[in-house]
């Protein structure tokens, strides 16, 4: 056994550290946090002194056994968990879990892993900061208590099976702020005016008028008035200016960085750069500091130095605007300038690329530009035309590296040709373009992060975690409306002539972008109305800035939950007791069959319309909004259209057709089959000959093409792509094979792959108990029993697993038979009896 043991909280990271430390050392894996607070009860002494009740995990239980028996052989045991708030607490819980003994405990931290690094952190241990651990669990525990309390009353006053979250019901806070915003925007429209011009030398540029017109007729008028007239150069600036680069990448400036270069969700981001770092690739990738070290500087100067030559060096230290930037002492950056590029998988290998350019541009030369602005006057009235260009006179950084905007308004600046004052110019043409304002913009993921730093809400950590949970509890989805088609007039004068023309373009597209559903306005409503003080940005940003505090060793944790608990818990106890409950509902009028309320509101199954209310005589009558449809934008017209459905068209075949709404949208029944309808298809509009048109291309489409081992095989699209199914099982076809044109031998090799790569998966089968343990991903594995899926952590061995030990893993999953039931029974049993 080595002399030293190293923990750290990933394999991977294990595996890269490993090859730099010598045979005296082992480094093994903790699989991140060993001890957390429990599942199933609050787990906080709230009565006392809030102190956490932390347990080791089932499935960490091996580990934990291995690590102690390894620390007890060991001389000296290195604590190498990463260098924030939570490898700092993946410390802590390792020694005292592990009952390590102080005197041979050290704690190391680096922000990237190479040898210098590594080595580095073995020459200065320190102790491990208690300071950072307290900070890591008063957030622990403040978001547990807060999610706890807060989500039994959602349950009673909105809706079964619904949580909340500190930082999270935030993040959805801004989300249904921001749809609002854009339901109760008006456009305003007016007329933008644009010119194309030649010089004397025939070169064409682009100009336009300072100012809208409010009206078409002001416009047109506008137009009239340069029918006839001559234009002439009035003034001509020219002006040196430089651009310099941005700061190299925080969290959150990666994040959005990628979304907007490489179109990657912050989750794949944050995974990718996880991957670079342990691979000793990049420096840590959770920090809000743009501070490069000084041998990084200088790494950087001789690569650009070496590159592009030194005209293009600049080395620059750059100071963060986040108040408490200390969660790393570096900006994400690669860990050696001379590799442009990493031999990685091409997610990682493109991000690597983005972080190299970013942080070598942020040690390049200012770009030196010349910017010229042209003003041009007419002959006929005041207004006067202005032309903008910019010419790079100097590259500099640009020569690497462009940040990019979010602005989807934003132009980019040509160039101009050589004119000077009093040139007289020829006019092409001038249009008058009908415009309109815009709501602000929905959030994209990227753009969340920006606004949830900007205002001071969560840390690097929990950005992707926050974005990611909104979405899996389904308070907030991504867009995926195309938009809708918008008519629009422009004037166009032309040889002396006004011309009118009406044109379209597609506005109000929201894919990718964050929308709020209706659960998460309703629950966002009512925790403002009840729990304003949570869900008040401020008070997030001050309890942020409190974490703070405790971290730099001046707040005491406790002091800081007491005095939060002491007001937050009488509140929860009042609104359970007290509070209405919440559905959402809207009266959109009156039934003119019935004279019975119309509203919407959401109900047992999702929002719904209904018809009547729970005080009349007869049962209200009720009918499913449609997944595109909302409880806060549906219309009278459209919530009374839904209650045509299910509407039965007629028979075809034998079997009645019939077309309806269903979760995932319009759909056409057909006996014992369901055909979706196309996307956009008003269900209440489908007639008899559309709905027997998508039968038979679905009979075609389900049509055997081909029999292998006397079974047929069919060819179908999904939602990930074009498959065959052959034995119920769904096999993808990739783009090697021509769809269309699939060969016999196409097919049969298409199957026996499948069947091959199913045969390897398998590690254990037990046919007569239905039992198998397989294969999964990120060399997992899975215990699998029908519709029972156990996915088992990468620390258990499943080569010598026994059938009882995969049937002891199969109950954990196993639904639990409800004892009231039985009760029931044996009560209604020995009533007969008497």
């Given at each position: 056994m080595p002399k030293n043991l190293v923990i750290v909280e990933s394999p991977a990271k294990a595996k890269t550290i490993e090859k730099f430390l010598g045979k005296d050392f082992k480094v093994e894996s903790s699989f991140g946090h060993i001890a957390d607070l429990p599942s199933k009860e609050l787990g906080v002494d709230v009565e006392g002194d809030f102190k956490p009740k932390y347990q080791v995990s089932k499935d960490k239980k091996d580990v934990v056994k291995k690590l102690k028996e390894l620390a007890k052989k060991a001389e000296t045991v290195w604590l190498a968990s990463d260098e924030d708030r939570e490898g700092e607490a993946i410390a802590w819980h390792l020694a005292e879990t592990l009952g390590l003994d102080k005197a041979k405990t050290k704690r190391i931290v680096f922000h990237e892993i190479t040898k210098s690094a590594i080595n580095k952190a073995i020459e200065n241990p320190r102790g491990i900061d208690y300071d950072l651990v307290d900070a890591q669990q008063a957030r622990r525990v403040l978001d547990r208590i807060v999610?706890?309390?807060?989500?039994?009353?959602?349950?009673?006053?909105?809706?079964?099976?619904?949580?909340?979250?500190?930082?999270?019901s935030v993040s959805v806070r801004l989300i249904v702020e921001r749809e609002r915003e854009i339901i109760d925007f008006t456009p305003q429209a007016s007329y933008r005016i644009d010119a194309e011009f030649s010089n004397e030398d025939g070169q064409t540029f682009k100009a336009k008028l300072p100012k809208n017109f409010a009206t078409k007729e002001e416009a047109y008028q506008f137009l009239e008035t340069n029918a006839k007239a001559s234009f002439k150069v009035s003034d001509l600036e020219k002006k040196p200016a430089k651009k310099s680069p941005a700061a190299p990448f925080t969290t959150s400036t990666l994040q959005q960085e990628a979304s907007r270069k490489l179109?990657?969700?912050?989750?794949?981001?944050?995974?990718?750069?996880?991957?670079?770092?342990?691979?000793?690739?990049?420096?840590?990738?959770?920090?809000?500091?743009?501070?490069?070290?000084d041998e990084a500087r200088k790494g950087a100067q001789a690569e650009i130095e070496d590159a592009y030559g030194s005209k293009f060096s600049k080395p620059r230290n750059y100071k963060g605007k986040s108040k408490g930037a200390q969660e790393a002492h570096e900006a994400i950056r690669p860990t050696d300038f001379k590799l442009h590029t990493a031999d990685v998988e091409r997610d990682q290998a493109r991000l690597y690329d983005l972080i190299w350019k970013r942080a070598i541009a942020s040690q390049m030369s200012d770009a030196q530009l010349e910017r010229t602005n042209v003003k041009i006057e007419a002959s006929t009235h005041n207004e006067t035309f202005s032309a903008n260009g910019e010419v790079i006179t100097f590259e500099g950084f640009l020569k690497v590296y462009l940040e990019g905007t979010d602005d989807e308004d934003t132009e980019q600046e040509g160039m101009l040709p050589a004119m000077k004052v009093n040139e007289t110019l020829l006019n092409s043409y001038i249009t008058a373009t009908e415009r309109f304002s815009r709501a602000p913009y929905r959030y994209t993921e990227a753009s969340l992060v920006k606004q949830l730093e900007e205002l001071g809400i969560g840390r690097p950590s929990t950005y992707a975690p926050t974005i990611s949970t909104i979405q899996n509890r389904n308070y907030v989805e991504k867009g995926s409306n195309e938009g809708e088609v918008r008519e629009y007039s422009q004037l166009l004068l032309q040889e002396g002539k006004v011309t009118d023309k009406q044109l379209s373009e597609k506005v109000n597209s929201d894919k990718g972008k964050l929308v709020p559903t209706d659960i998460g306005m309703i629950v966002t409503d009512f925790l403002v109305n009840h729990f304003g003080n949570i869900l008040d940005y401020n008070f997030t940003a001050k309890v942020e800035a409190d974490f703070d505090e405790i971290a730099e060793g001046k707040e005491d944790w406790t002091k800081m939950m007491k005095e939060f608990y002491k007001s937050f818990h009488p509140r929860v106890e009042d609104v359970q007791e007290n509070a209405d409950r919440e559905s959402g509902e809207r009266v959109l009028?009156?039934?003119?069959?019935?004279?019975?309320?119309?509203?919407?509101?959401?109900?047992?199954?999702?929002?719904?319309?209904?018809?009547?209310?729970?005080?009349?005589?007869?049962?209200?009558?009720?009918?499913?909004?449609?997944?595109?449809?909302?409880?806060?934008?549906?219309?009278?017209?459209?919530?009374?259209?839904?209650?045509?459905?299910?509407?039965?068209?007629?028979?075809?075949?034998?079997?009645?057709?019939?077309?309806?709404?269903?979760?995932?949208?319009?759909?056409?029944?057909?006996?014992?089959?369901?055909?979706?309808?196309?996307?956009?298809?008003?269900?209440?509009?489908?007639?008899?000959?559309q709905a027997v048109e998508l039968i038979k291309e679905k009979q075609k489409a389900d049509a055997p093409i081909y029999t292998y081992k006397e079974l047929p095989v069919q060819k179908g699209k999904g939602r990930f792509g074009p498959f065959i199914k052959w034995n119920n099982m769904f096999i993808n076809v990739n783009k090697k094979y021509d769809w269309d044109n699939l060969s016999d031998s196409d097919i049969v090799e298409l199957i026996e792959d499948k069947i091959q790569k199913e045969k390897d998966k398998l590690i254990h089968h037990w046919e007569e108990e239905g039992i198998r343990v397989e294969k999964a991903r990120w060399g997992r594995h899975n215990v699998i029993k029908g519709k029972v899926k156990v996915e088992l952590p990468k620390t258990v061995d499943v080569s010598e697993m026994t059938l009882e030990e995969a049937k002891a893993h199969i109950e954990t999953k196993a639904p639990k038979k409800k004892a009231a039931a039985k009760k029931k029974t044996t009560k209604k049993k020995t009533a007969t009896k008497k």
């Amino acid at each position: 056994m080595p002399k030293n043991l190293v923990i750290v909280e990933s394999p991977a990271k294990a595996k890269t550290i490993e090859k730099f430390l010598g045979k005296d050392f082992k480094v093994e894996s903790s699989f991140g946090h060993i001890a957390d607070l429990p599942s199933k009860e609050l787990g906080v002494d709230v009565e006392g002194d809030f102190k956490p009740k932390y347990q080791v995990s089932k499935d960490k239980k091996d580990v934990v056994k291995k690590l102690k028996e390894l620390a007890k052989k060991a001389e000296t045991v290195w604590l190498a968990s990463d260098e924030d708030r939570e490898g700092e607490a993946i410390a802590w819980h390792l020694a005292e879990t592990l009952g390590l003994d102080k005197a041979k405990t050290k704690r190391i931290v680096f922000h990237e892993i190479t040898k210098s690094a590594i080595n580095k952190a073995i020459e200065n241990p320190r102790g491990i900061d208690y300071d950072l651990v307290d900070a890591q669990q008063a957030r622990r525990v403040l978001d547990r208590i807060v999610g706890y309390e807060l989500s039994p009353v959602l349950w009673r006053k909105v809706k079964g099976g619904l949580s909340a979250g500190r930082v999270q019901s935030v993040s959805v806070r801004l989300i249904v702020e921001r749809e609002r915003e854009i339901i109760d925007f008006t456009p305003q429209a007016s007329y933008r005016i644009d010119a194309e011009f030649s010089n004397e030398d025939g070169q064409t540029f682009k100009a336009k008028l300072p100012k809208n017109f409010a009206t078409k007729e002001e416009a047109y008028q506008f137009l009239e008035t340069n029918a006839k007239a001559s234009f002439k150069v009035s003034d001509l600036e020219k002006k040196p200016a430089k651009k310099s680069p941005a700061a190299p990448f925080t969290t959150s400036t990666l994040q959005q960085e990628a979304s907007r270069k490489l179109g990657f969700s912050v989750s794949r981001t944050m995974s990718n750069a996880q991957r670079l770092y342990e691979a000793g690739l990049i420096t840590y990738m959770r920090t809000d500091s743009v501070n490069l070290s000084d041998e990084a500087r200088k790494g950087a100067q001789a690569e650009i130095e070496d590159a592009y030559g030194s005209k293009f060096s600049k080395p620059r230290n750059y100071k963060g605007k986040s108040k408490g930037a200390q969660e790393a002492h570096e900006a994400i950056r690669p860990t050696d300038f001379k590799l442009h590029t990493a031999d990685v998988e091409r997610d990682q290998a493109r991000l690597y690329d983005l972080i190299w350019k970013r942080a070598i541009a942020s040690q390049m030369s200012d770009a030196q530009l010349e910017r010229t602005n042209v003003k041009i006057e007419a002959s006929t009235h005041n207004e006067t035309f202005s032309a903008n260009g910019e010419v790079i006179t100097f590259e500099g950084f640009l020569k690497v590296y462009l940040e990019g905007t979010d602005d989807e308004d934003t132009e980019q600046e040509g160039m101009l040709p050589a004119m000077k004052v009093n040139e007289t110019l020829l006019n092409s043409y001038i249009t008058a373009t009908e415009r309109f304002s815009r709501a602000p913009y929905r959030y994209t993921e990227a753009s969340l992060v920006k606004q949830l730093e900007e205002l001071g809400i969560g840390r690097p950590s929990t950005y992707a975690p926050t974005i990611s949970t909104i979405q899996n509890r389904n308070y907030v989805e991504k867009g995926s409306n195309e938009g809708e088609v918008r008519e629009y007039s422009q004037l166009l004068l032309q040889e002396g002539k006004v011309t009118d023309k009406q044109l379209s373009e597609k506005v109000n597209s929201d894919k990718g972008k964050l929308v709020p559903t209706d659960i998460g306005m309703i629950v966002t409503d009512f925790l403002v109305n009840h729990f304003g003080n949570i869900l008040d940005y401020n008070f997030t940003a001050k309890v942020e800035a409190d974490f703070d505090e405790i971290a730099e060793g001046k707040e005491d944790w406790t002091k800081m939950m007491k005095e939060f608990y002491k007001s937050f818990h009488p509140r929860v106890e009042d609104v359970q007791e007290n509070a209405d409950r919440e559905s959402g509902e809207r009266v959109l009028g009156t039934d003119p069959k019935t004279g019975k309320q119309v509203s919407v509101r959401l109900g047992k199954f999702g929002p719904m319309v209904q018809i009547g209310t729970v005080d009349d005589e007869e049962k209200p009558q009720f009918a499913s909004l449609s997944p595109d449809q909302q409880l806060t934008t549906i219309t009278y017209e459209e919530a009374m259209e839904l209650f045509k459905l299910p509407k039965q068209l007629g028979t075809y075949e034998g079997e009645t057709i019939e077309v309806n709404n269903g979760r995932f949208g319009p759909y056409v029944k057909f006996g014992k089959k369901y055909i979706s309808l196309p996307k956009g298809t008003n269900p209440t509009d489908v007639e008899m000959d559309q709905a027997v048109e998508l039968i038979k291309e679905k009979q075609k489409a389900d049509a055997p093409i081909y029999t292998y081992k006397e079974l047929p095989v069919q060819k179908g699209k999904g939602r990930f792509g074009p498959f065959i199914k052959w034995n119920n099982m769904f096999i993808n076809v990739n783009k090697k094979y021509d769809w269309d044109n699939l060969s016999d031998s196409d097919i049969v090799e298409l199957i026996e792959d499948k069947i091959q790569k199913e045969k390897d998966k398998l590690i254990h089968h037990w046919e007569e108990e239905g039992i198998r343990v397989e294969k999964a991903r990120w060399g997992r594995h899975n215990v699998i029993k029908g519709k029972v899926k156990v996915e088992l952590p990468k620390t258990v061995d499943v080569s010598e697993m026994t059938l009882e030990e995969a049937k002891a893993h199969i109950e954990t999953k196993a639904p639990k038979k409800k004892a009231a039931a039985k009760k029931k029974t044996t009560k209604k049993k020995t009533a007969t009896k008497k």
